[in-house]
């Protein structure tokens, strides 16, 4: 299984970018999608998820402006990132994990991508 994330890169507050996380190796349809952030000297922590039933979750400084979505035909998971702020600048990681693995399991992981918003 493979996760492949872009779209970051440097932008100016209040930009836009867009992330993309394309998979292979899954039956996409049965897994949950997520994005995560880790800041420099930071823990890694959630951003958004979507279940398999595109039930959505965010974490509150990113309610309002950012959306996750899936594609299940083109097997990809997207993050659009609208009005962003100096301290979402991270790497931001996709993760996959099936719908009925346990809630403890970690699921897979891309590699990462890029995402740095100047003031």
């Known amino acids: 299984v493979q996760l492949q994330a872009s779209g970051g890169g440097l932008v100016q507050a209040g930009g836009s970018l867009r992330l993309s996380c394309t998979t292979s190796g899954y039956m996409f349809r049965n897994v949950d999608m997520a994005w995560y952030r880790q800041a420099p000297g930071k823990e890694r922590d959630l951003v958004a998820s979507i279940s398999t039933t595109g039930s959505t979750n965010y974490q509150d400084s990113v309610k309002g402006r950012f959306t996750i979505s899936r594609d299940n035909v083109r097997n990809t998971a997207y993050l659009q990132m609208d009005s962003l702020k100096p301290e979402d600048t991270a790497v931001y990681y996709c993760?996959?994990?099936?719908?009925?693995?346990?809630?403890?399991?970690?699921?897979?992981w891309g590699q990462g991508t890029q995402v740095t918003v100047s003031s």
């Open positions: 993760n996959a994990r099936s719908k009925w693995a346990p809630t403890n399991h970690p699921g897979d």
